[in-house]
């Protein structure tokens, strides 16, 4: 059983388009990572939401944590092909160090 | 900055060989993992390990072992390599709370 669902699973865009992509359970979580990983290298985090419904902003990106730490999502603005790469989302559940991750939206912004 | 380091990022091995893969972190962290990461099945835990010498099973450890000598190295040992173990290695490391991980570059292993 997957604790966490993305979606969709594969994106593809053209430069310039808006996108969101979400990260859903049925399990509540004590926080919310989300992570960006390029082919051939590991995932690097981008933000951390902990309150249930928290917005972060990282420049065009925004992120939300569900009113009930459940669900999350990740809305890119104004997409340019340097966002291109693998979003993985991943929670903990309070167990002091094991992340749960999804598998991953995997984003081609095209010029 | 900040620095998770994994000994080998390409590694081509025969079936039946031990191998072993090594990662350092910097960090200081207490916490350190093993990920395998493969097409359409996401990053899956292997082991982790809460303090030296301590380890756990995640949620695939069947065909490694692990060890944790020293704070800052974790070591993933494949017994005996066999092709369905062919696949992208992720070390990771993080502080008590586990909010921030960080990961090494990743070993990719083949196992022919």
């Known amino acids: 059983t997957q604790l966490l669902e993305q979606s969709p699973q594969f994106l593809s865009i053209q430069e310039g388009e808006n996108l969101t992509v979400y990260c859903n359970s049925s399990?509540?979580?004590?926080?919310l990572q989300w992570y960006r990983q390029e082919p051939g290298e590991g995932p690097v985090l981008l933000v951390t939401?902990?309150?249930?419904?928290e917005v972060k902003k990282l420049k065009r990106l925004t992120f939300q944590f569900g009113d009930a730490r459940k669900d999350s999502s990740l809305h890119i603005t104004a997409a340019q092909p340097g966002d291109t790469g693998l979003y993985l989302c991943?929670?903990?559940?309070?167990?002091?160090?094991?992340?749960?991750f999804g598998k991953g939206t995997l984003l081609t912004v095209n010029p | 900055d900040v620095k998770v380091t994994q000994s080998s990022r390409y590694l081509v091995k025969r079936t039946g060989e031990k191998v072993f893969l090594e990662c350092v972190q910097d960090?200081?962290?207490?916490?350190m993992f093993w990920y395998r990461q493969d097409p359409g099945l996401g990053l899956r835990l292997i082991y982790f390990?809460?303090?030296?010498?301590?380890?756990e099973k995640g949620d695939i450890p069947e065909g490694y072992s692990v060890s944790r000598e020293k704070k800052e190295r974790f070591s993933l040992i494949l017994e005996s390599a066999s092709t369905n173990q062919t696949s992208m290695y992720l070390c990771?490391?993080?502080?008590?709370?586990?909010?921030?991980?960080?990961f090494g570059q990743g070993t990719r292993l083949t196992v022919v």
């Open positions: 990771a490391s993080s502080s008590p709370g586990g909010r921030r991980a960080f």
């Open positions: 399990s509540v979580f004590s926080s």
């Open positions: 939401v902990v309150t249930g419904g």
């Open positions: 991943a929670g903990d559940r309070g167990s002091n160090y094991k992340l749960t």
């Open positions: 960090m200081d962290h207490e916490n």
């Open positions: 390990s809460y303090d030296v010498k301590m380890k």
